[in-house]
């Protein structure tokens, strides 16, 4: 097969679509599909000769239209060559460049970027689940009808979750078309705890966009009622500011540590390095650091929300708390800070529950879905040339 890949993030940068189409990319390469992958990024002359397969960049920070515009042409140029679209960001411009391409689609969806995009434009202020619900001002509704339309214009789609799968389904995408396929973890050979610059017993780790979802200002808010804690933060994200604002406010800037973008490597180091790892957002679809953390044996403190408890499951590799509980967070890392036994129980549990995310059943699960989306479209074109 030749697969053209559209993402909105890529290494360097960090977050789970970052994670996974390297991934995905470099594992069908091996079983020898030809793979091109046309990104978004700040960095245009980052090195990606240690890749496998080709990676085209484009300029992120430029006028918005003409990125579209590029992005479009881009995809056209390259999909030419193609046997399929694989669409993990760039949706909207992927679906319009396929209207000349024509290439059978597989799309993954991996959370809501109508909400996204509401929230961080401060159109609406309402968590994920009453945003599937609510009606909204036109350009709310326009956002909901654009991600819509592109997912209808996909052959497939794959989601993380079967949380996600339903919602998707509620969009009003057709069930048959929803194919659910875990996300996978495979961390990086010979990691190395790092250096953490603090001096506190316990050390807990959070590794994200700093958004205003992930409600890290809880978290900071919560160490400072733990005597003997301090908080490793990796991502970068527009609430950076006022998080540390928050803690020098607190007085308890030095229990903090603001990482910013790290590479999976070091990130995952810095993950190594820590006791408790922990995830406070109102919403996921299947968060991939979280199985990350997992598969590191590190304890996981996490909200009940989206595919999270399809991933950590309460008292074996983790402790799951409400979302709306405000004194919940609080209780389960007081919980593990003062049990080292409890953490090394959950951690043995964590390596006991990782086996269903295999990269393997993941990349043969998604190689397949690809074949057919490919082989169904040949027969279609086949047949609608006979008649």
């Known amino acids: 097969m030749n697969i053209l890949i559209t993402a909105g993030i890529f290494p360097p940068d960090i977050g789970g679509p970052a994670t996974y189409v390297p991934q995905i990319a ?4 091996e079983r020898g599909h030809r ?9 245009l002359d980052y090195d990606d000769s240690l890749y496998s397969f080709r990676v085209i960049r484009l300029p992120r920070l430029i006028f918005k239209p003409w990125r579209w515009f590029l992005t479009v042409l881009t995809i056209i140029k390259f999909a030419k060559d193609m046997d399929s679209l694989f669409i993990n960001g760039l949706a909207m411009e992927a679906v319009i460049a396929n209207f000349i391409s024509r290439k059978p689609v597989v799309l993954k969806i991996v ?5 996204e995009r509401a929230i961080g ?3 609406v202020k309402d968590e994920f689940e009453y945003f599937q619900e609510k009606k909204y001002s036109f350009k709310v509704e326009a956002l909901k009808a654009l991600r819509l339309w592109w997912s209808r214009k996909a052959d497939k789609i794959i989601v993380p979750s079967r949380y996600l799968a339903r919602r998707v389904r509620d969009w009003g995408v057709p069930e048959e078309n929803i194919v659910v396929i875990y996300n996978a973890v495979e961390l990086p050979n010979g990691i190395v705890p790092a250096e953490v610059p603090l001096k506190t017993p316990i050390k807990i780790v959070t590794v994200g ?3 205003s979802w992930k409600r890290m200002d809880e978290v900071i808010e919560t160490i400072a009622r733990l005597s003997g804690a301090g908080l490793v933060i990796v991502g970068e994200g527009p609430e950076r500011e006022n998080l540390q604002a928050l803690a020098e406010g607190l007085g308890i800037s ?4 603001f990482a910013g973008t790290k590479s999976k490597r070091e990130a995952m180091a810095l993950m190594a390095a820590c006791d408790i790892f922990v995830l406070n ?3 996921e679809g299947l968060p991939h650091v979280v199985l990350e953390a997992i598969e590191l044996g590190l304890p996981v403190v996490a909200t009940a929300v989206g595919g999270t408890p399809e991933v950590v499951l309460d008292g074996e590799n983790g402790l799951l708390i409400d979302r709306f509980d405000e004194a919940g967070l609080g209780k389960a890392l007081k919980q593990l800070i003062l049990s080292p036994s409890e953490r090394r129980r959950l951690a043995r549990g964590a390596h006991r529950s990782i086996d269903q995310f295999s990269l393997k059943e993941m990349i043969e699960k998604t190689e397949a879905l690809l074949e057919a989306v490919i082989d169904e479209t040949t027969i279609m074109n086949v047949v609608g040339k006979d008649t």
């Open 26 to 29: 470099c594992a069908l390469t």
């Open 111 to 115: 959370g809501d970027i109508a909400w």
């Open 254 to 257: 030095n229990r903090l540590y």
């Open 121 to 123: 434009y401060g159109w």
């Open 209 to 211: 966009r700093l958004v």
């Open 281 to 283: 957002s109102t919403y």
């Open 35 to 43: 793979i091109l992958v046309v990104t978004l990024s700040d960095c």
